[in-house]
Structure formats: C-alpha cells, structure tokens
C-alpha cells in the first residue's frame, strides 16, 4: 500500500503530494488525515495523509517508506482535506503551503501549563444585564447579525453555545489578538476551561496544547485570530465570525491568501452547519450576500442614537480658526471637563507630522527602503511601512539650508494643541507606539486622544459607564476620503458607524469635524440599507466586487526597471489569453507606496465574473510572483 502525503513545507504551486510506502507494520494505523513523520531530502518533516491507494505511478524503488505516525488515529477529516484542496485551488498555492500555514509548529518537549493559557485578565469583569435574547436555536446556513454594543453580542452568544455545547463544538473569529483575548474571557466565565485560544501572541507549546484540545474535542469553544479557521474538529456545529467587516480576516502577506470570511461560508455549506456574519458595520460583501441568497438578517436592539453634531470646518477657516479642533468642540469639552466628565478624541493619523520638507530647495525626507514620507515621532523620523527610524535633521541633506519645515498633522501635534488649553487636566495618547507594552487605565484621564487603536484595543474600557465619557469627537473624519481605493466610501462609513455606537452606547454628545459636511457617509449614518444600496449602484458601474471578483498579480523586484518589464511581459501574456468580454485587464501600475522594504511592486489587476475560473493563471506563474485573489486592497 502507498499514501500520498502532503509535506509541511512551503513548496511551488505544482508541488502539492508525494508517495509513500506503506510499511507493514503501519498499514493498520495509517489513512487519510493522519499526521505522519516522513523523509524528504536528507531530513525527517511532518506529513499529512491526503489518501491511500494499492499502486504508484512511480517506480517502487525510488519510493521511500513513511516512518512513524505522530498521533493517533485521523486528526482531519475529509471535510478539513477538503478545505486543504480548495484553498489550494482557489488562491492558486500548493497544497503544501496549505498545510504549512494551517498546522502549528509541534514541540519537541512536553508542554507544561503554568500559568499561561491565553486567557489574559483584564482590570474589570465583564457585567451580565437583562438583554431579549435575540438567538433561540442554531440553524444550519448563513445568517447576518448586526449589533450597537459588542457586550449584548457576546451576551447572546454565551446563551446560545451554553445550550447546544454539550452537542457540539464552536469556532468563534475576532480580527485581532486584543479581541480574542477579551473575547475568550468572556466565555471562560461562564465555561471554565471548555475554552480554547489560538492567536499568534502565543508560545509555540501553549499554542500546540490549545489547538490539540480543540481538535480532539476536549474543549468546546475556540476562540482565535483567523487562522483558527482550519482547526481541525470534532463535531462543529457553528462558526461565529466577529466584527467580520475587517480587513484583518484576509491574509494579506503571505501565501495562501486566503479570506476567513469565505472559508467559513465554505465549511458551512459542507458540514451544512450555522455561519454568524456579527458586525455593527457589515462589510458590502456580507450584506450583499444576505440580500442576495436570502440570509436571516438578526439585529440586537441598542440604546438611543447618539446626538450628532456635524462641523464645516471650511466655516472654521472663514473664521480664522486653523487649530485642529474647531471652537464648538472645544468649548463642548470644556464644559465637560469643568463638570466632572471625560471626552474622548479621535485622530487617526500616527505621528506628529506627515512629512519634513525643505523650504529653499523642496527637498522631502523619504524612507530609503520604501520611497514615502517619513512621519515625524518625538523628534524622530519614522516609516510607518517598515519601522526605520531616523533622527530628525537639523538642515537639508540636499541644499544644507535651515529652513526645514514639518508639514500635516498627526495624533502628536494633537496633544500638544490641547495641552495649550487643558493643561490641568490629564491627557492620555492612545496609538501603538504610545502604548506599546504597557496598559492604561482610562478612569485616570480626563481626555483621552486615540487612534483607531482604542477603538480595537479599548473597546470594552470605553463601554465601561463608570468611565463618565460626555463628549466624543473626530478630528478628521474626511481620511479616507483621499484614499483613491474602491473600498474607501465604506471603510469610512464603518469606522464612522462604530463611533457613532459607542456614543449612543455611552449617551454622548458626538462631534464629527468634516470639510464635506453634505458627503454620502456622513448623511448615511445610522441608515445602512440606504448606504449599501448607493455604494452597491457604484460598484456595478465599474465592476467591482461584490458584484465582480478582482484577482491582483504584483512581480516585486530590487530593479524598477526589472520590475516594470517583468509585469508588462505577464501583462502581454495576459492580454493574449484572456476573452475581454469577459475578463477586462488593469495596469501594469505602480502600487502605493510603490517601493516596500526596498522592493519596488507594479500591479496587474483583473476584474471577471464571480463565476468565471482563474486557474488559468497557473500559466502566467513565475518565481516570486504573487497573487492576490479577492484583495482587500487594490493599491498597496
């Protein structure tokens, strides 16, 4: 008897299972799905038992026999096979590079369990209250929830899995590592250890015992980052994707780059289980496929809307007002502050500065390895793409003149404007350099200033009544505005939306500076059906997903010049073999920034059908060639 086995490596798009022998004395314990020690080249490597067969089509003799199982018994089963093969298929990588990414690292020791289980404590204990529980049974198919506040979310969930865990097992998705934590929290309060967590902050041995548990079904629920999405299971009944409308569920820089959002629809349909879409922002994909196929749309009653107060910051200039915050929010703050209350600020732009340019000559500081602007940060200069730090000149490196000058805006000059009229009171700085390895505890400020960070790291503090939060406000709500990428509109709108949540959550008055004051997301707040319907109007004039699929091929290279001539070469071939009634071809185009880490990117993109195959472009592949099916991003 023969196996073929899929290696743990990282191996090319045609490499995907090599044969094995059988031996005799593992015939017994060998067959599809377990996890194998096999040789390759002049080493022992993991393997996977993709299947067994009586024949193979090479010589016997050039056929190497397996050498041990590492478990027993099946650790997947077909439906996780199956997963393995259509991600092969559908992103366009080997088998192998599936595996690789999907199976953790397995120790050489024993792992001891101390203390660390994944389950970090947070400063307060998360309060049950009388919700209507919107959940009363587990359906099989996909069905959207939309939610005010994450805690009345996770509320009914708990109910729901306490009912059914005793029948089966549960993977629930978070976007980031502070919300799985948070998250797996919640639920061990009420199931003890029958919680699993899996997110890349783990050690390798606490992250092997978690997915084991999972996997031989010894825990109930997992809660993780999206790679938990191939976990192995026993007997799922349900995957809960949380906040799906994060960019985050794709991977983006690495193969396979896969979506956990389709993957999870995937496993759904074939295990014929519950997928739970929860956001407070659907993504358009998501809601787009709930009209489409006719999904349960479940919405979890809130609190009041927030009282909104939108300002005309062009009024503001007409007035000679040129400070970042406008007179009306100022003097809002300061009435809260006087009376005892907090207000929170967001800036969503790292730094103190956005760029240092030379008065004389023109001359701008950019990162040498990735050709952008260098931020400015504490008198440093900073690259926010690869993290090269740089002290801040003292004359032009090009015409040695003096006059150097910092231009933009960031969350640095932000404090340092409102120290100028606050500076009794106490200022936090919420982003990720600011708070890096060190936790805060909001009660203690007055006003805190944070990026989008706090929305993802602080979340539930902020949700906190205690915290006595009476004014909310945005800097600059026109961002992504100037981002030239189809999916702007609605990243705006969603990040909006979450604001204006929690300020109804917290009953808040909710500032929102802008120099469009009549644009489409800020008259959309608070009426997705009306949003979505406009944007998805757009979206089919120019062919862009939802209603179409866009597939991003980048051939990175040290050489512009290379680079540039590499694409248009796959970009010649492409035009050859594609039906333009079909499939229509974008580019080549320099991506933004268009040099990473020294590496210069020109894109291709291709819009098709969603029914239309892609595995055509097996032809065009080539060394270091990446390609990006459904990208999040189609400009960086």
């Known amino acids: 008897m023969y196996a073929e086995v899929i290696p743990n490596l990282r191996l090319p798009l045609n490499f995907d299972v090599f044969d094995y022998l059988i031996p005799d004395e593992l015939a017994k314990k060998i067959s599809s799905g377990v996890l194998v020690t096999i040789p390759y080249r002049s080493r022992d490597i993991l393997g996977l038992v993709y299947k067994t067969k009586p024949h193979t089509e090479f010589g016997t003799k050039k056929i190497l026999p397996i050498k041990s199982t590492v478990l027993e018994g099946a650790v997947f089963d077909e439906c996780d096979l199956g997963l393995i093969d259509f991600v092969s298929k559908y992103y366009l990588v080997s088998k192998s590079s599936v595996f690789k990414a999907l199976m953790p690292e397995i120790p050489k020791r024993e792992v001891k369990m101390v203390d660390e289980d994944g389950l970090n404590t947070l400063d307060f204990k998360f309060e049950k ?46 976007p980031q590592i502070s919300h799985v934590k948070n998250t797996a929290l919640f639920f061990s309060q009420e199931l003890g250890n029958k919680v699993s967590v899996l997110h890349s902050g783990l050690g390798k041995g606490v992250y092997w015992k978690n997915w084991l548990d999972f996997a031989q079904g010894r825990t109930s629920v997992l809660v993780g980052t999206r790679a938990a999405i191939f976990t192995p299971t026993k007997n799922l009944k349900a995957i809960i994707i949380a906040d799906e409308e994060s960019a985050d569920f794709k991977q983006y820089d690495q193969n396979p780059r896969y979506d956990a959002r389709r993957l999870a629809l995937w496993i759904s349909r074939k295990r014929k289980i519950s997928a739970i879409f929860a956001s407070q922002a659907p993504s358009l994909n998501t809601w787009h496929a709930a009209r489409q196929d006719d999904w349960p749309v479940v919405k979890i009653p809130g609190q009041a809307d927030a009282e909104k107060i939108i300002i005309d910051l062009e009024e503001e200039r007409r007035a000679r007002n040129f400070a970042l915050v406008s007179e009306k929010l100022k003097q809002a703050s300061n009435q809260a502050l006087q009376a005892g209350k907090k207000v ?90 600011s708070a890096r390895g060190q936790r805060h505890d909001l009660k203690s400020f007055d006003i805190i200033l944070g990026t989008n960070f706090v929305l993802k790291d602080y979340y539930y503090e902020l949700l906190d009544p205690e915290l006595s939060l009476a004014v909310m406000g945005v800097i600059n709500s ?45 008259v959309s707040l608070g009426k997705m059906n009306a949003f979505y319907e406009k944007e998805l109007g757009a979206r089919k004039v120019f062919k862009y997903p939802p209603i179409n699929r866009l597939v991003k091929i980048v051939l990175p290279d040290k ?78």
């Open 344 to 433: 929170l600020l967001f800036f969503n732009r790292r730094g103190y500065a956005t760029s240092v340019v030379c008065q004389d000559c023109g001359f701008t500081y950019l990162c040498p390895q990735c050709s952008i602007p260098l931020a400015t940060h504490q008198n440093r200069l900073y690259c926010h793409h690869c993290a090269l730090q740089q002290d801040m000149p003292l004359k032009c490196a090009k015409c040695e003149s003096m006059r150097i000058k910092i231009s933009g805006a960031g969350i640095e000059k932000l404090e340092q404007e409102i120290k100028s009229w606050a500076s009794e009171y106490k200022i936090l700085r919420l982003d990720k350099e």
């Open 129 to 174: 209250k009388d919700i209507d529980l919107v959940f009363k049974e587990l359906t099989d198919g996909s069905q959207l929830l939309v939610y005010q506040n994450k805690l009345d979310f996770l509320q009914n969930i708990q109910e729901l899995i306490s009912k059914f865990r005793s029948q089966g097992q549960v993977i629930i998705l978070e």
């Open 559 to 636: 050489d512009r010049s290379q680079c540039a001539q590499k694409t248009n070469r796959v970009f010649e071939k492409l035009k050859s073999m594609v039906d333009k009634e079909r499939i229509e071809l974008l580019g080549p185009y320099p991506l933004f920034p268009e040099r990473v880490r020294a590496l210069y990117r020109f894109c291709i993109l291709l819009k098709m059908d969603k029914n239309e195959p892609h595995d055509f472009l097996k032809n065009v592949f080539q060394e270091n060639m990446i390609i990006d099916v459904d990208p999040e991003f189609t400009l960086n």
């Open 478 to 522: 026109d961002s992504l505005f100037n981002i030239p990428d189809f999916r702007s509109v609605e990243r705006l709108w969603q990040e909006l939306t979450k604001i204006e949540n929690l300020s109804g959550v917290n009953q808040t008055r909710l500032f929102i500076q802008t120099l469009r004051p009549e644009n489409e997301v800020l």
